[in-house]
């Protein structure tokens, strides 16, 4: 999927429930609120740089897709800053889109003098996978705990927390905004049978801090 698809998507994340805040966005800020500097990576609707610009942070965001309007269009694995330019990196709710998710680990720890602040949808299983990728065929994977604390460190960081929440959002409208709809769309919601109640999807999310 190109970056061009996720321009078209670029208003949908805006004003999407799913990422616009939640406990884990307030988590993250909290994580970040000592610092002066930070990058946002994979900014996409751009919650995580409003909320860090509205504690006092100066944000760079940076993102592959030209319609999401990030001050630098770069892959995450691929960062074009050097090395120590940040306090504080961050990613929410994006790394399980990443092709390599080892190396823009990597790349997030080279450009933070101090920490590391991630968020994303925990590992649901078989299921879970095959409706992520069905919903939206960017979708690489997810990770559990240990894989994401195996991740970490093998970066080179140093875990210094883990917390986890629970995301709850409407159903119909994370459907819609990838463009899945029909067959696909009741198969995914048969994959997903256990964690849609009234209309309303949710999700295990993890959060982490890990210090350079």
């Given amino acids: 999927m190109t970056s061009d698809v996720w321009s078209e998507r670029a208003r949908a994340y805006v004003d999407s429930d799913a990422h616009r805040d939640g406990p884990d966005l307030d988590q993250l800020v909290e994580w970040s609120q000592d610092a002066e500097t930070a990058l946002d990576v994979a900014t996409g609707g751009g919650h995580v740089a409003r909320r860090l610009r509205e504690a006092g942070l100066r944000v760079v965001t940076c993102d592959p897709a030209p319609g999401m309007r990030p001050d630098v269009i770069c892959r995450a694995e691929s960062l074009p800053f050097a090395a ?26 080279r450009v933070s003098r101090d920490r590391v602040v991630l968020v994303d949808t925990l590992f649901m ?6 409706a992520e990728r069905l919903r939206d065929p960017s979708h690489v994977r ?13 970066a080179g960081l140093s875990i210094d927390e883990v917390r986890f929440f629970e995301s709850t959002f409407d159903f119909s409208a994370w459907l819609a905004r990838t463009g899945c709809e029909g067959d696909e769309a009741s198969y995914v919601e048969e994959l997903l049978d256990d964690r849609v109640f009234d209309g309303r999807l949710t999700l295990d999310k993890i959060a982490i801090r890990a210090s350079v």
């Fill in 84 to 109: 120590d330019a940040f306090d504080v990196v961050a990613c929410r709710t994006a790394a399980h889109h990443f092709a390599d998710i080892e190396q823009a680990i990597c790349e997030m720890a």
């Fill in 125 to 130: 299983g078989d299921d879970g996978e095959e």
């Fill in 142 to 154: 997810t990770y559990t705990e240990a894989e994401w604390r195996s991740l970490i460190q093998e």
